[in-house]
């Protein structure tokens, strides 16, 4: 956890040291704590301080390997244990292909991780053969572990009799002897298991197997950077939302030009305009308008005129002209009647009274004759009052008929207002229907049969008007619901622009941060494998640069740069042997194996020395001699090859020695030097009493000269090491030599050619019988004894000790 | 069955107290002293001059002529095997049991077909 802190802080350090903006690092940031954070801040919430890292709480435990125990798993029959020192040093442990070493080797790695990676990618058959069919009754494996706490934690995974499927074990954790509940391994033991601490020739070769990519993220995790992969991960997916939006949008802006290209609408055409040829640049406003408006394009005003049309009927003009022809009719039938008469007397009776009030009496201006004075005025003014009363139906027709001559022609007034202007933006789209219209109204005139006319050619225009604004409308509906809806989207995008371009800085930002951070941490494991694989190259021509992590998402890939003899080459596998290419998985894996974050103190290596040759076994010897200094390592190997340049550069290293008897009865014994370890078996079948005399003087004997010819071998090499011989040459020479004086020959004189000396010379160091004791060994194990057992390995013992 | 064959099956399965686990080796010994018993007894009935020679090379290449070149072939091969598994060798660990198993059962073949071979003329 406190990891996750460190990182945490060394980000917004780095970023902040980089002048990267506060709106982009705030991003960076939020992404790190997770994606709710990550929303969060998106929707412009405050990014929260994390807990203050609780100081560097502990620096994990450090987990060392103290023992394996087995029963009835692969190679192992009836219970085997390998016991080890839980801390720092070196055991090798050395046995025949088919020993079961690897079934040891393979037991602590599946019972801590419930896999090995030399089973994962075979056939199922392989993996089937878990089960020793030597054994019978239940299985186990138990790994116990030792933390530099002094707690012990014990692995245990064990099946019942009959149980059949390697993943059906119950599985038991006890810390220091308290069982844990959930069965789990204790958290630093942890399910990412970044630190695998095990390496086996497949890991090794993997560098030669796995793709770029593989390698990488077999090395990456080691840095401890995945809360940032993950922090970048997460802005990803953010902006692919966005990436996303706005690739739909150009689709959709593709799709709704041709769609609109298709369609013979003004309004598509105006469209098309708006939307112009880039989705970014389109007239947004406009085609917002343009999508929801019948109102919109070239034929808008036509539009409108046809929606007025169908809104505003026609003024009852028809009526009008009909009860004006009535009021015509009345006035001219009171025309010549009584009251017609009377109404104009009255009019001149008003006017002759008019005359008098201006004049005074005076003689009547009609007649001449009478005479206007008080007297007729009272008599003219009770009969003007009179006519009055008798002519008022002509004044209420004559009035009628005013008022409706004048109504009629402010109609014919308002019909022209509403029509002309219709006719004028109509007759684009109804030029028939119009130009009917036309001549109607031209011809119109205050009486009904002109109405009439009118009238049914302004019906015409009125259907064909409305049944053409709903064939507008029908055929914009659905091209309108898509422009508007691409709007929509265009918007959205639009407004949504900044936090696309933010969350591309964001990204950016971290990779470079990422980059530098990958590359300070990873130099540490870099200049281990370096330094590894100088020790290893030996005589190998093959050189390695800086090693790097390169490249980013799927063209990640660990950068080798070698050079063969000095000149740069491009592949580093290419160039190299099967052994180097395995010396190299290892200078590779190792530091991966051995870095400081992980819990893992120990290493196990299965088999690393393989196809190498015998100097770069040296190398090797060198290299676990250093790493064991501060680490516990246990290397499988399976021949002597390694243990013997242990032996032979003084490296200090506990060996064991691992046979499988029939029935996979496994033993692991501590391997001596070999010639101690002869001596001792010499003297153990001596004293054993149930064994016939016979066969006891023949093993004693064996047992003593392999002890003889062990030691005149590994002087014979440790001499010519020292003198530069090469290890060919020496290894031809011991082939050369068969017998047990020959060795000794060997190994005394370092020349085959003075075995003529080599009696004289065994005399005279002083061992006792000495020379009566090699000759008794050459003989006596093909059945010829002529020497006491106990003499035998006493005399041999001495000789040894002188000869070391 | 003989001493040498009983004491190289025990080794074969059980444990000597004491002994530093180079079993195998011991049972080697055995088993190649049980086949050049078998040698000599051969020789013994055919051909006792060249019975009488101390290195065995000889005795092992002339087989092939007195006996037949397939007993030859076998107790030669047999016989390097189990040098090569009773030699300390640079480098080489012990041979297995499942080696030695199937050296056994080969030896025994080999002893039965030295031992009822007929002798032929010298």
């Given at each position: 956890?406190?990891?996750?802190?460190?990182?945490?802080?060394?980000?917004?350090?780095?970023?902040?040291?980089?002048?990267?903006?506060e709106?982009?690092?705030?991003?960076?940031?939020?992404?790190?704590?997770?994606?709710?954070?990550?929303?969060?801040?998106?929707?412009?919430?405050?990014?929260?301080?994390?807990?203050a890292?609780?100081?560097?709480?502990?620096?994990?435990?450090?987990?060392?390997?103290?023992?394996?125990?087995?029963?009835?798993?692969?190679?192992?029959?009836?219970r085997?244990?390998l016991?080890?020192?839980?801390g720092?040093?070196?055991?090798?442990?050395?046995?025949?292909?088919?020993s079961?070493?690897?079934?040891?080797?393979?037991s602590?790695?599946?019972?801590?991780?419930?896999?090995?990676?030399?089973?994962?990618?075979?056939?199922?058959?392989?993996?089937?053969?878990?089960?020793?069919?030597?054994?019978?009754?239940?299985?186990?494996?138990?790994?116990?572990?030792?933390l530099?706490?002094?707690?012990?934690?014990?692995?245990?995974?064990s099946?019942a009799?009959?149980?059949?499927?390697l993943?059906?074990?119950?599985?038991?954790?006890?810390?220091?002897g308290?069982?844990?509940?959930?069965?789990?391994?204790?958290?630093?033991?942890?399910?990412?298991?970044?630190?695998?601490?095990?390496?086996?020739?497949?890991d090794?070769?993997?560098?030669?197997?796995a793709?770029?990519?593989?390698?990488y993220?077999?090395?990456?995790?080691?840095?401890?950077?995945?809360?940032?992969?993950?922090?970048?991960?997460?802005?990803q997916?953010?902006?692919?939302?966005?990436?996303?939006?706005?690739?739909?949008?150009?689709?959709?802006?593709?799709?709704?030009?041709?769609?609109?290209?298709?369609?013979?609408?003004?309004?598509?055409?105006e469209?098309t305009?708006?939307?112009?040829?880039?989705a970014?640049?389109?007239?947004?406003?406009?085609?917002?308008?343009l999508?929801?408006?019948a109102?919109?394009?070239?034929?808008?005003?036509?539009?409108?005129?046809?929606r007025?049309?169908?809104?505003?009927?026609?003024?009852?003009?028809?009526?009008?002209?009909?009860?004006?022809?009535?009021?015509?009719?009345a006035?001219?039938?009171?025309?010549g009647?009584?009251a017609?008469?009377?109404?104009?007397?009255?009019?001149l009776?008003w006017?002759?009274?008019?005359?008098h009030?201006d004049?005074?009496?005076?003689?009547?201006?009609?007649?001449?004759?009478?005479?206007?004075?008080?007297?007729?005025?009272?008599?003219?003014?009770?009969?003007?009052a009179?006519?009055?009363?008798a002519?008022?139906?002509?004044?209420?027709?004559?009035?009628?008929?005013?008022?409706?001559?004048?109504?009629?022609?402010?109609?014919?007034?308002?019909?022209?207002?509403?029509?002309?202007?219709?006719l004028?933006?109509?007759?684009?789209?109804?030029?028939?229907?119009?130009?009917?219209?036309?001549?109607?109204?031209?011809?119109?005139?205050?009486?009904?049969?002109?109405?009439?006319?009118?009238?049914?050619?302004?019906?015409?225009?009125?259907?064909?008007?409305a049944?053409?604004?709903?064939?507008?409308?029908?055929?914009?509906?659905?091209?309108?619901?898509?422009l508007?809806?691409?709007?929509?989207d265009?918007?959205?995008?639009?407004?949504?622009?900044?936090?696309?371009?933010?969350?591309?800085?964001?990204?950016?930002?971290?990779?470079?941060?990422?980059?530098?951070?990958?590359?300070?941490?990873?130099?540490?494991?870099?200049?281990?494998?370096?330094h590894?694989?100088?020790?290893?190259?030996?005589?190998?021509?093959?050189?390695?640069?800086?090693?790097?992590?390169?490249?980013?998402?799927?063209?990640?890939?660990?950068?080798?740069?070698?050079?063969?003899?000095?000149s740069?080459?491009?592949?580093?596998?290419?160039?190299?042997?099967?052994?180097?290419?395995?010396?190299?998985?290892?200078?590779?894996?190792?530091?991966?194996?051995c870095?400081?974050?992980?819990?893992?103190?120990?290493?196990?290596?299965d088999?690393?020395?393989?196809?190498?040759?015998?100097?770069?076994?040296?190398?090797?010897?060198?290299?676990?001699?250093?790493?064991?200094?501060?680490r516990?390592?246990?290397?499988?190997?399976?021949?002597?090859?390694?243990?013997?340049?242990?032996?032979?550069?003084?490296?200090?290293?506990?060996?064991?020695?691992?046979?499988?008897?029939?029935?996979s009865?496994v033993?692991?014994?501590?391997?001596?030097?070999?010639?101690?370890?002869?001596?001792?078996?010499?003297?153990?079948v001596?004293?054993?009493?149930?064994?016939?005399?016979?066969?006891?003087?023949?093993m004693?004997?064996?047992?003593?000269?392999?002890?003889?010819?062990?030691?005149?071998?590994?002087?014979?090499r440790?001499?010519?090491?020292?003198?530069?011989?090469?290890?060919?040459?020496?290894?031809?020479?011991?082939?050369?030599?068969?017998?047990?004086?020959?060795?000794?020959?060997?190994?005394?004189?370092?020349?085959?050619?003075?075995?003529?000396?080599?009696?004289?010379?065994l005399?005279?160091?002083?061992v006792?019988?000495?020379?009566?004791?090699?000759?008794?060994?050459?003989?006596?194990?093909?059945?010829?004894?002529?020497?006491?057992?106990?003499?035998?390995?006493?005399s041999?013992?001495?000789?040894?000790?002188?000869?070391? | 069955?003989?001493?040498?064959?009983?004491?190289?099956?025990?080794?074969?399965?059980?444990?000597?107290?004491?002994a530093?686990?180079?079993?195998?080796?011991?049972?080697?010994?055995?088993?190649?002293?049980?086949?050049?018993?078998?040698?000599d007894?051969?020789?013994?009935?055919?051909?006792?001059?060249?019975?009488q020679?101390?290195?065995?090379?000889?005795?092992?290449?002339?087989?092939?002529?007195?006996?037949?070149?397939?007993?030859?072939h076998?107790?030669?091969?047999?016989?390097?095997?189990?040098?090569?598994?009773?030699?300390?060798?640079?480098?080489?660990l012990?041979?297995?049991?499942?080696?030695?198993?199937?050296?056994?059962?080969?030896?025994?073949?080999?002893?039965?077909?030295?031992d009822?071979?007929?002798?032929?003329?010298c």
């Amino acid at each position: 956890m406190s990891d996750t802190m460190t990182l945490y802080q060394e980000l917004a350090d780095r970023l902040r040291t980089a002048n990267v903006a506060e709106s982009v690092t705030t991003l960076v940031l939020a992404a790190f704590q997770g994606d709710n954070t990550l929303a969060a801040v998106l929707r412009g919430e405050l990014l929260p301080t994390l807990p203050a890292a609780a100081a560097a709480t502990d620096d994990g435990p450090q987990v060392f390997l103290e023992s394996v125990e087995a029963t009835g798993f692969r190679g192992i029959g009836p219970r085997t244990a390998l016991r080890l020192q839980p801390g720092p040093g070196l055991t090798v442990v050395a046995g025949r292909n088919g020993s079961a070493k690897s079934s040891l080797a393979e037991s602590i790695e599946y019972a801590l991780t419930e896999d090995s990676p030399r089973w994962a990618q075979r056939p199922a058959t392989f993996r089937d053969g878990w089960r020793n069919l030597h054994h019978v009754g239940d299985r186990e494996i138990a790994v116990r572990l030792r933390l530099g706490t002094g707690q012990s934690v014990t692995v245990r995974r064990s099946w019942a009799a009959g149980v059949t499927d390697l993943a059906a074990a119950t599985v038991s954790v006890a810390q220091s002897g308290v069982t844990l509940p959930t069965g789990n391994l204790p958290a630093w033991a942890g399910p990412e298991d970044r630190h695998r601490p095990f390496l086996s020739a497949r890991d090794l070769e993997r560098v030669v197997t796995a793709k770029p990519a593989e390698l990488y993220d077999a090395i990456a995790p080691i840095l401890g950077l995945a809360p940032l992969t993950a922090a970048d991960a997460r802005l990803q997916a953010r902006r692919k939302e966005h990436d996303d939006r706005v690739t739909a949008l150009k689709a959709a802006f593709n799709e709704l030009h041709s769609r609109l290209g298709t369609l013979d609408d003004p309004r598509a055409e105006e469209a098309t305009r708006l939307l112009g040829r880039q989705a970014g640049r389109a007239k947004l406003p406009e085609l917002a308008e343009l999508a929801g408006g019948a109102d919109a394009g070239v034929d808008a005003e036509a539009a409108s005129a046809a929606r007025r049309l169908a809104e505003h009927g026609l003024p009852d003009l028809g009526g009008t002209v009909d009860e004006l022809a009535e009021a015509e009719a009345a006035l001219r039938k009171l025309a010549g009647t009584e009251a017609a008469i009377a109404y104009r007397m009255a009019d001149l009776l008003w006017g002759a009274l008019e005359v008098h009030r201006d004049l005074g009496d005076q003689a009547c201006p009609v007649c001449q004759v009478g005479v206007l004075d008080t007297g007729w005025r009272e008599g003219a003014e009770e009969e003007l009052a009179r006519l009055r009363t008798a002519t008022e139906a002509v004044r209420t027709a004559k009035g009628r008929h005013e008022t409706q001559l004048k109504r009629a022609e402010g109609q014919l007034e308002d019909v022209r207002k509403i029509i002309e202007p219709a006719l004028g933006a109509l007759s684009a789209q109804l030029p028939q229907q119009c130009a009917a219209v036309e001549v109607a109204l031209a011809s119109l005139t205050l009486d009904e049969a002109s109405w009439d006319a009118f009238v049914t050619a302004h019906a015409g225009l009125h259907a064909a008007a409305a049944e053409w604004l709903a064939r507008r409308h029908d055929a914009w509906q659905e091209p309108g619901a898509a422009l508007r809806r691409w709007v929509e989207d265009a918007t959205v995008v639009q407004a949504r622009a900044d936090e696309l371009a933010l969350l591309t800085t964001a990204r950016r930002e971290l990779g470079t941060v990422m980059d530098r951070m990958r590359a300070d941490r990873f130099r540490v494991a870099a200049e281990q494998s370096e330094h590894i694989w100088q020790l290893l190259r030996q005589e190998s021509n093959v050189g390695v640069g800086e090693i790097k992590l390169g490249g980013t998402n799927t063209r990640r890939r660990v950068e080798i740069p070698v050079s063969v003899d000095g000149s740069d080459e491009t592949s580093a596998l290419a160039v190299m042997s099967q052994g180097e290419l395995h010396a190299f998985g290892l200078a590779l894996f190792l530091p991966r194996a051995c870095s400081e974050a992980s819990p893992y103190r120990f290493v196990v290596i299965d088999d690393p020395v393989q196809s190498m040759d015998p100097s770069k076994v040296d190398g090797l010897a060198e290299v676990l001699r250093e790493v064991a200094l501060t680490r516990q390592v246990v290397v499988f190997t399976h021949d002597d090859r390694l243990p013997e340049a242990i032996r032979r550069l003084g490296v200090e290293a506990d060996i064991r020695e691992v046979t499988r008897r029939e029935g996979s009865i496994v033993e692991v014994r501590k391997n001596l030097w070999p010639a101690r370890r002869y001596l001792e078996d010499a003297r153990a079948v001596a004293v054993a009493g149930d064994i016939p005399d016979h066969s006891k003087r023949l093993m004693v004997a064996g047992f003593c000269r392999s002890a003889m010819e062990a030691t005149a071998m590994d002087r014979y090499r440790a001499e010519q090491y020292a003198a530069g011989t090469p290890q060919h040459e020496i290894d031809a020479a011991l082939n050369a030599a068969h017998s047990v004086q020959d060795r000794l020959t060997l190994g005394v004189f370092g020349d085959p050619g003075r075995r003529g000396q080599l009696y004289g010379y065994l005399n005279r160091l002083g061992v006792p019988r000495a020379v009566d004791t090699v000759q008794a060994v050459a003989k006596a194990v093909h059945g010829q004894c002529d020497m006491a057992t106990a003499d035998m390995v006493a005399s041999t013992e001495a000789l040894v000790r002188r000869l070391r | 069955m003989s001493e040498c064959l009983e004491t190289a099956d025990r080794l074969l399965t059980s444990v000597i107290r004491g002994a530093r686990g180079a079993w195998p080796r011991a049972c080697a010994w055995l088993l190649r002293y049980e086949l050049e018993a078998a040698m000599d007894r051969y020789w013994q009935r055919v051909c006792p001059e060249i019975g009488q020679a101390r290195a065995q090379r000889p005795k092992l290449l002339l087989l092939t002529h007195y006996a037949s070149p397939e007993i030859g072939h076998r107790t030669g091969y047999l016989w390097w095997a189990l040098s090569r598994a009773g030699h300390h060798h640079c480098y080489e660990l012990g041979v297995t049991a499942a080696e030695l198993t199937r050296l056994r059962a080969e030896l025994t073949d080999v002893v039965a077909l030295l031992d009822s071979r007929e002798v032929s003329s010298c």
